[in-house]
């Protein structure tokens, strides 16, 4: 079974309220900056829990946040 | 580069510096007798003993020195805290630096199984281990600039 791409929408969300910088939302949901730049880059997938954190930091549902990429074949 | 790459890299080069100013160090020392008398195994006995104390201290200070010119040079602060991605590098470079360090044993007892003398067992035991520490460091560079 291959690996799923999951992509993220971190970065718009983190301007639509209120152009929240990076290290607010690791604040927020207690990692480090460089994981919130991992995650956002699509480096690094976040444990559910951690995604269920981010999701709530911005009071979205999951799948707001986080999203499958498939891919075209 | 973060400040998790950077102490990768003063952690790799700090591993290979006090491992050969210790070997160097400690060769100088080594018993001129049968390689199996029993003076030979006290050299190797003590060589392993006295080394555990001095790497922790130096890697302390090495870490310290790190951080203070770190904050010198970048006015970056260590990050306050580990998180899931800190921990999930850490244990993948400790399995594969223990795979490492396992190959490196099995090669030092069939060393042994070959007949040749218990120096060159320990010399493979004590180079397994460093290149294991070296893959850990240089792992977790890899894990933090290319992604887990």
Known sequence: MSKLKIGNNIRR???EHSEMTQQELADRVSVTRQTIIA?????YAP??????????????RLEEVFFIIHNPE | MSYQERQSLVSL????????????YMAGRYPQADPYSPEVFHFWGSFFLILIPVTIVAKIVSYILFSILNAIATR???PPITDERDRLIELKST???????????????AALVFSLPP?????ILLCSGLVAEMFSDISQFFFYRRGV
């Not at chain 2, 080069?13 to 160097?24: G, M, P, Q, R």
């Open chain 1, 13 to 15: 969300l983190r301007f």
């Open chain 1, 39 to 43: 995650i956002e880059k699509g480096d």
């Open chain 1, 47 to 60: 444990s559910l829990e951690l995604a269920f954190r981010i999701a709530q930091s911005f009071n979205v």
């Open chain 2, 13 to 24: 080069i700090s591993s290979i510096l006090i491992n050969t100013l210790y070997a160097a």
């Open chain 2, 76 to 78: 970056e602060a260590e």
């Open chain 2, 95 to 109: 399995r594969s630096s223990l795979y490492i360090f396992s190959l490196g044993f099995v090669v030092a007892m």
């Open chain 2, 119 to 123: 120096a060159a067992m320990f010399i």
